[in-house]
């Protein structure tokens, strides 16, 4: 159980697929809140260059997809 982020760096160009793993009640948590909200306050990084992928919504849904396996 845990959550696939793929991230498309415009910045660098990178692709850069990762796997958080997570407990149930966590996972909910996450669920919810990634889909109602997206956090810019907390920087998203690429994991290559750094650059901040989360600068605003629009540029989150642009280079990251996050999708869940149960
Ligand atoms: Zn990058």
Same mark, same amino acid.
């Given at each position: 159980m845990g959550l696939n982020y793929t991230i498309d760096c415009r910045h660098c160009g990178s692709h850069t697929e990762y796997r958080a793993s997570t407990n149930r009640r966590t996972l909910r948590?996450?669920?919810e809140r990634l889909s109602s909200? %997206?956090?810019t306050e $907390?920087?998203?990084? $690429?994991? &290559? $260059?750094?650059t901040k992928l989360n600068t605003s919504e629009a540029d989150f849904r642009a280079? &990251?997809? %996050?999708?869940f396996d149960a």
């Amino acid at each position: 159980m845990g959550l696939n982020y793929t991230i498309d760096c415009r910045h660098c160009g990178s692709h850069t697929e990762y796997r958080a793993s997570t407990n149930r009640r966590t996972l909910r948590v996450d669920a919810e809140r990634l889909s109602s909200h %997206i956090d810019t306050e $907390c920087a998203m990084r $690429c994991p &290559v $260059c750094r650059t901040k992928l989360n600068t605003s919504e629009a540029d989150f849904r642009a280079q &990251v997809k %996050i999708s869940f396996d149960a």
